[in-house]
């Protein structure tokens, strides 16, 4: 489903350059739950941005269903993500001043089909968010911003999610419950799930765990 080749990322301060990701060789299969664990700064959320095509590899090869995304253009990429992989951000990105359902058809606006708002009721719905579809981020809670995001995630049956510390901001509670309705939308799609997260107790519930400083 996933396979990475040679894939390096580097960045330049200064006169400096600063290698951040460097894997010789990643193959990810279908609907696989993995969590990759590691140092702050040893390239976790570089990975997932180079996996989604937010981010170019300076080299090396992406190759995600067939499809290598280090060779389409960046309207290209941005087509592919949209309509093949669905990002939770770390801070969910959610926009001020458009409601729940606002941000999730918002999600749905680079894909081969229209907006569907009923599709984007729905999910938020199933995400127990019905009585708040049309409040704004700054009126929701932090799990219900929580739940806004994954339903902007996953509202395009998507067959990758990937996830970039997802219970970071939450308490314990709420931790526990958005990873459970996480796992829940996964397997509902047969999604393939990449999840960055620091907690060893969230890794744990993983398929498997990758470790960027022995994946580099």
Request: hydrophobic share 40%; glycine share 8%; charged share 20%.
């Amino acid at each position: 489903m996933i396979k990475l080749n040679n894939v390096r990322k580097d960045y330049l301060s200064g006169n400096n350059t600063t290698t951040i990701v460097d894997v010789a060789e990643l193959n990810i299969s279908a609907g696989e739950k993995i969590a990759i664990v590691g140092a702050s700064g040893s390239g976790k959320t570089t990975l997932l941005n180079l996996l989604s095509g937010l981010v170019v590899a300076d080299r090396g090869q992406i190759v995600i269903d067939s499809q290598d995304i280090t060779a389409l253009s960046e309207s290209e990429r941005d087509r592919f993500r949209a309509n093949n992989i669905g990002y939770l951000f770390q801070n969910f990105h959610l926009l001020d001043g458009y409601s729940a359902l606002e941000n999730v058809e918002l999600g749905m606006l680079f894909t081969s089909g229209a907006v569907q708002s009923q599709r984007a009721e729905e999910q938020l719905t199933k995400l127990g968010l019905g009585q708040r579809l049309h409040h704004q981020p700054s009126e929701l809670s932090i799990g219900q911003q929580a739940r806004v995001a994954l339903a902007r995630a996953t509202v395009n049956n998507p067959k990758i999610i990937l996830a970039d510390e997802p219970t970071g901001a939450l308490d314990s509670e709420s931790a526990r419950e958005a990873l459970d309705l996480l796992f829940e939308q996964s397997s509902s799609y047969n999604s393939t799930l990449i999840c960055v997260t620091h907690d060893k107790s969230v890794a744990a519930n993983f398929d498997r765990i990758l470790d960027m400083g022995q994946l580099q």
